[in-house]
């Protein structure tokens, strides 16, 4: 099974300036750097994406 969490990188004033995907799959956990929350959801939503297509 994989996990997948997004956290968010603020700035003092609140405004988000990265976006990190952690993905976790059996324990190994690999982590993903983003310049906007868009491309993070994309990514997530693209990976799957191809977990539905491949089962």
Known sequence: MVDVKLSKERNKKGEIISAT???DRNGAIER????TEEEAKAFIRRMREEAA???
């Open 21 to 23: 995907v952690s993905i």
């Open 32 to 35: 993903r750097r983003f310049a």
């Open 53 to 55: 297509r491949d089962q």
